[in-house]
């Protein structure tokens, strides 16, 4: 048994092994995970902006000890960006080369059929693996040992570029027409795509992916999480700054802070000696957790109440 298995060998060992990893997860995360190495399917990963979605991909690459693949999605972005493309300046420069060895390329032809012949030998060398440029999904798909390939953000790519995935995420393979079909060697990637739900993803997409979707941590996980991430922060402080998170996620605001806020507000605070939260220090760093000034503005005038609930 290697490594790999022994880790996903059921959900409570991937559980453990993210917390070793200070990834604390739920049930949930951890089984969509184990399904995943198990089923050889693709996780798509749903859910508010920073909440771990990208975070659970790097995070599994350290478990597993696996190269991790990322491609970033935006709008137009297409195959030659993606899957693949040719060195086309090789190919012009050993074209330049070629036209001074031409006579001797077609020495011994015989008339236009053969003399083209020829050439198509050479097209076809141009058109071989010396001469493609593999980008992420290819890469991923050659990695001979496996590897965590993340599709990060895959909301902000067009429809179109959806269907280009659908041959590599349910086949784990890729069709080149000048080549073949290039396939997983040995182990296929572990796949993870995120979406913040700008827009709604398209059903064949989903049809090949195991769903998780993660929302904001309640109070017992988010204590969690900042313990391993921040375990330097004073228990009190750790209390206080928990419970005035989730205090701002019940208010109107145009972003609500996330635990990636979370974590770096607790940061800020352990930086600036704070033991708990006083309205000024929190007034003086609102704009750590909150992104918008409407948002700050609003909730400046809610930091005395807050503070004062919290505290009891």
Partial sequence: MTDIEKIAD???????????????????????????????????????????????AKTASEMFTLPLVRLQCYEGLDESKAIYEWKYGKQLLYTQV??????????????????????HEFGDIFFSNEFLEPRPLLKAIREENGCVLLIDEIDKADHEFESLLLEILSDYQISIPEIGTVKATTEPPIVFLTSNN???????????????????????????????????????????????????????????????????????L????????????????????????EDIENVS????????KIAK
């Fill in 98 to 119: 070629l036209k001074e060895a031409l006579d001797e390329v077609l020495q011994g032809a015989k008339g236009f059929s053969q003399s083209v012949a020829k050439l």
């Fill in 301 to 308: 005038g809610e930091v005395n109440a807050l503070t004062a």
């Fill in 270 to 293: 352990v930086l600036l000696h704070a033991e708990s939260l006083e309205p000024k220090m929190v007034k003086d760093t609102l704009n750590v957790i909150l992104k918008f000034q």
């Fill in 198 to 268: 700008t827009r709604e993803i398209s059903d064949a997409l989903k049809r090949r992916c195991l769903h998780l979707y993660i929302p904001f941590p309640d109070t017992d996980l988010e204590s969690r999480i900042i313990e391993a991430r921040v375990p330097e922060i004073p228990p009190e402080l750790k209390r206080q700054l928990v419970q005035f998170i989730q205090e701002l996620r019940q208010l109107d605001l145009k972003k609500l802070p996330a635990i990636s806020e979370t974590i770096d507000w607790a940061r800020t």
């Fill in 10 to 56: 059921s959900v409570s060992s991937i559980k453990e092994h993210f917390e070793r990893h200070r990834y604390i997860c739920s049930d949930e995360i951890a089984t969509a995970v184990f399904l995943a190495y198990k089923l050889k399917k693709p996780v798509l990963i749903e859910g508010p902006p920073g909440v771990g979605k990208t975070e659970l």
